[in-house]
C-alpha cells in the first residue's frame, strides 16, 4: 500500500491533563464502542505505538454515548456501558445531554465516583427520534441551551481536573449551520477540544465529508485542538485531512469497524512510516475470533457476545472470498463452537485482498430532511413548549 501524501510527524494530542501520543480518537458508536471493541483496538494500536517509539496514551478510545439522565438514574445496561477495563487509560464517556441540570448531576457522579478521565459531549446524533426532540445535532441552534450544557459540564469535570470535549456536526442542514458559533461557545466555556464530522444532520452518514469545514473551524477556534471526522477509511486518509485542513488530530468512526488494526495504522502514520497491516483471512479470523471472545466477557454470556459479533461479521469478511452459505451461517451464529466450525471451513490461506478490502464499511443512506420539532428553526431561543419536548429527548436516545 502506498502513501499518495506525506506522512506528517504530528505532535501528541493535548487534551487538558490528557497527552495522547498518536492523535487519534475512537468515534462514540452506538453498539459497537463497548469495552470489548475498544480493548480489541486499544490493543492495535498500542502496538503502532510501541513500534513508534511512543509512551503515552497510544490513542483516546470513547465509550458508547449514555445519556446524562440515564446515567443519574443508574439504570443498569448505562452502568455496564460506562465500565472500563482495569488497564484502559485514560477511561473516556460521551455524555448525550439536552438538559443543563442534568448535565451537571451526571458529571457530578462521574466526578465524585471517580469513573472517567475524559467526558466527550455529544452534539452530533442525527437520528430522527433524537432530532424531532430537539437533542443530538438539532440542540447546537439553541444557542443558550448549548452554552448552559457545555459549561455546566466543564464546571462539574473541573472539580478533579477532567477535561470535556464536544463533539458536534456542520449543523442542521446547509441553510442552517452551526459548527462555527458553537464552537467559539465551547472554547469560551472552557472545553479542552471540539471536534466536527463534517457532515450535516440531513446527510446523515451519506455523501462526501466537508473537510473544508474542518479547516474553517481550525482558523476560528484558536485556543484548543480541532478535530475532524468524516470519510476516514484508512491511515492515507487521515494524513489527507491533517494535510489539507490543519486539524489537531482525527476521529474514526466507521473506518474501524471490521478493521481494528486501522489503529496500528495511524499510529505508523502519524510517525511517518508507510509500514500497513494486510492481514491474511487466518489473521482476521483471529481477530474475529478474539473479538467474540470479549464479547462473551463483556456480556457474561456467550448467546449474546454471539448475537453482537453478528453484525461485525461482514465488515471482517470484506475484500475476501467466503462463500454465501459461509456468511449466512455466520449471520446465525450462536456459540463459539459453532465460529470455530464456520472459521475452520474457510481458505484462510488467503492474502489481504487490497482494493476490494478497503472504502466504506457501515450504515451510508441518503440525505433526508431532518425532523425537528414545531417551530425550532424560527429562532434560536426555546420557547416554554419546545422547552416541554426537549426535556423527553433523552428518555429513548440511544446514539448515533
Not at 303 to 316: F, S, V
Request: glycine content about 8%; aromatic content about 6%.
Amino acid at each position: 500500500m502506498t502513501t499518495t501524501v506525506p506522512a506528517p510527524v504530528l505532535p501528541a494530542l493535548q487534551i487538558g491533563n490528557q497527552r495522547i501520543e498518536t492523535p487519534v480518537v475512537l468515534a462514540p458508536m452506538a453498539g459497537i464502542t463497548n469495552r470489548a471493541f475498544r480493548r480489541l483496538c486499544r490493543q492495535y494500536g498500542n502496538a503502532g505505538s510501541d513500534a513508534a517509539g511512543a509512551s503515552g496514551a497510544s490513542s483516546l478510545y470513547v465509550s458508547e454515548m449514555i445519556t446524562s439522565r440515564a446515567l443519574v438514574e443508574r439504570t443498569p445496561i448505562t452502568m455496564r456501558l460506562i465500565e472500563h477495563d482495569p488497564d484502559e487509560s485514560p477511561r473516556s464517556i460521551q455524555l448525550y445531554s439536552v438538559d443543563p441540570a442534568t448535565t451537571a448531576a451526571a458529571v457530578r457522579m462521574l466526578v465524585e465516583e471517580d469513573r472517567c478521565d475524559h467526558i466527550d459531549l455529544n452534539f452530533g446524533c442525527p437520528v430522527p427520534k433524537v432530532t424531532r426532540k430537539g437533542g443530538g445535532s438539532a440542540l447546537p441552534w439553541k444557542t443558550e441551551l448549548f452554552r448552559g450544557i457545555v459549561s455546566n459540564a466543564v464546571r462539574e469535570a473541573a472539580k478533579a481536573d477532567i477535561p470535556v470535549t464536544v463533539k458536534m456536526r456542520k449543523g442542521i442542514d446547509d441553510d442552517h449551520l452551526t459548527y462555527l458559533e458553537a464552537g467559539r461557545i465551547a472554547e469560551g466555556e472552557g472545553a479542552a477540544a471540539v471536534a466536527l464530522h463534517a457532515r450535516t444532520a440531513a446527510q446523515a452518514y451519506s455523501g462526501t465529508a466537508d473537510w473544508s469545514a474542518i479547516r474553517t473551524l481550525k482558523k476560528t477556534v484558536t485556543s484548543v485542538p480541532v478535530l475532524g471526522n468524516g470519510d476516514i477509511w484508512s491511515a492515507e486518509d487521515a494524513v489527507r485531512m491533517v494535510a489539507e485542513t490543519g486539524c489537531d488530530g482525527v476521529v474514526v468512526g466507521r473506518g474501524c469497524l471490521g478493521r481494528p488494526w486501522l489503529f496500528t495504522d495511524l499510529a505508523a502514520a502519524f510517525s511517518g512510516s508507510s509500514h500497513r497491516v494486510e492481514p491474511t483471512m487466518r489473521e482476521v479470523a483471529q481477530t474475529l475470533r478474539l473479538h467474540t471472545e470479549y464479547l462473551v466477557e463483556f456480556y457474561e454470556s456467550e448467546q449474546k457476545a454471539c448475537r453482537d459479533i453478528r453484525k461485525h461479521i461482514a465488515w471482517y469478511l470484506k475484500g475476501f472470498r467466503a462463500g454465501s452459505h459461509i456468511r449466512s451461517s455466520l449471520a446465525l451464529v450462536d456459540s463459539l463452537a459453532a465460529l470455530d466450525d464456520l472459521i475452520a471451513t474457510m481458505d484462510l490461506d488467503q492474502p489481504w485482498p487490497g482494493e476490494a478490502a478497503e472504502g466504506q464499511r457501515g450504515r451510508a443512506g441518503s440525505e433526508r430532511r431532518v425532523i425537528l420539532p414545531d417551530g425550532w428553526l424560527d429562532s434560536q431561543e426555546l420557547s416554554p413548549q419546545q422547552r416541554a419536548t426537549i426535556a423527553a429527548a433523552e428518555v429513548d436516545a440511544s446514539g448515533g
